[in-house]
């Protein structure tokens, strides 16, 4: 049953997931990388987990113990966030590879507009203009492809992540059955 709970709210998920990529693959790829929405879908997905767990609980008579409230956290989440990876590694690597540099573009003048706005706060906005080209192009060009080997690693950071969220949730959600004294 807990399974189940997991497997359904993590499918739901990815499939969020999954339509947030595609979404903005077809309509534009600057959705992919606002950190505003990239922290709406994180709370999202801390959503799923928690919700998940208080059904569980719900389904259990209102009582499941940390180890049970924390697996059905964790399916949910794992689910959710592979809907992000796969999605994004299919697309970004077989369908439209030339999507990646693009994204890789967009996240370089990402950071140079905040680059830029950081320095003129600090009165040293002549500092940007030192910044040659070139070197931002090369820096482009060296980057490795954010939907290759190194997602694995970016994925078991993510799970981390979430599993703290879900070691606190679990701990605040459980509740044991009380024993019976004779």
Do not use: C
């Not at 706005?117 to 492809?145: W, Y």
């Amino acid at each position: 049953m807990l399974n189940k709970i997991g497997l359904k709210y993590g499918l739901i998920g990815f499939t969020i997931y999954a339509l947030y990529i595609i979404i903005g693959w077809q309509v534009s790829l600057s959705i992919l990388i606002n950190p505003l929405i990239g922290f709406a879908l994180g709370l999202m997905v801390v959503g799923l987990g928690i919700y998940s767990q208080l059904d569980a609980r719900k389904k259990n008579g209102g009582f499941l113990d940390f180890t049970y409230i924390l697996q059905v956290y964790m399916i949910t989440v794992i689910i959710a966030i592979m809907g992000y990876y796969i999605t994004s590694v299919v697309i970004f690597n077989f369908v439209d590879p030339a999507a990646s540099k693009e994204i890789m573009r967009l996240t370089v003048e990402q950071s140079m507009g905040m680059m830029e706005s950081l320095f003129g706060m600090m009165g040293q906005k002549d500092a940007m203009e030192n910044m040659d080209q070139e070197i931002l192009q090369q820096a482009m060009e060296d980057a490795p492809n954010p939907f290759g080997p190194t997602i694995i690693l970016s994925f078991i950071f993510s799970v981390m992540m979430y599993t703290v969220i879900g070691l606190i949730s679990a701990a605040v959600l459980r509740k044991d059955e009380p024993v019976p004294f004779h």
